[in-house]
Nanobody, 122 residues
Framework: QVQLVESGGGLVQAGGSLKLSCAASERPYSSHVFAWFRQPPGKEREFVAAIRWSRDSTFYADSVKGRFAISKDKAKNTVTLEMNSLAPEDTAVYSC???????????????WGQGSQVTVAS
């Protein structure tokens, strides 16, 4: 079973940047899709971004489009989420996940990381 380990969360001032990484314990299948979700305090988990492992297709939630960028490093089995122009409403626990198709729904993903806290101070 693939294990996902996130790193890179923390505290940042509004307007700042952070980078999250998600390392897979083994090489993903070419059909896999990696995604980032986040869960703000008191709210449900929501889709942030996704990337196909075998192609360069990327997908973003409207709320982060133009500010966040998802990328992959096949040599390191790692997916990265670069977050720029952060705002207090981006504060959440960010989790990476693996599924078979890009989807906004958490039910389409079958491996999840433990989550990483991102806090944006105003």
């Amino acid at each position: 079973q693939v294990q996902l380990v996130e790193s890179g969360g923390g505290l940042v001032q509004a307007g700042g940047s952070l980078k999250l990484s998600c390392a897979a314990s083994e090489r993903p299948y070419s059909s896999h899709v990696f995604a980032w979700f986040r869960q703000p305090p008191g709210k449900e988990r929501e889709f942030v971004a996704a990337i196909r492992w075998s192609r360069d297709s990327t997908f973003y939630a409207d709320s982060v489009k133009g500010r966040f960028a998802i990328s992959k490093d096949k040599a390191k089995n790692t997916v990265t989420l670069e977050m720029n122009s952060l705002a207090p409403e981006d504060t959440a626990v960010y989790s990476c996940a693996v599924g078979k198709c890009p989807s906004y729904s958490t039910t389409k993903y079958f491996h999840w990381g433990q989550g990483s806290q991102v806090t944006v101070a105003s």
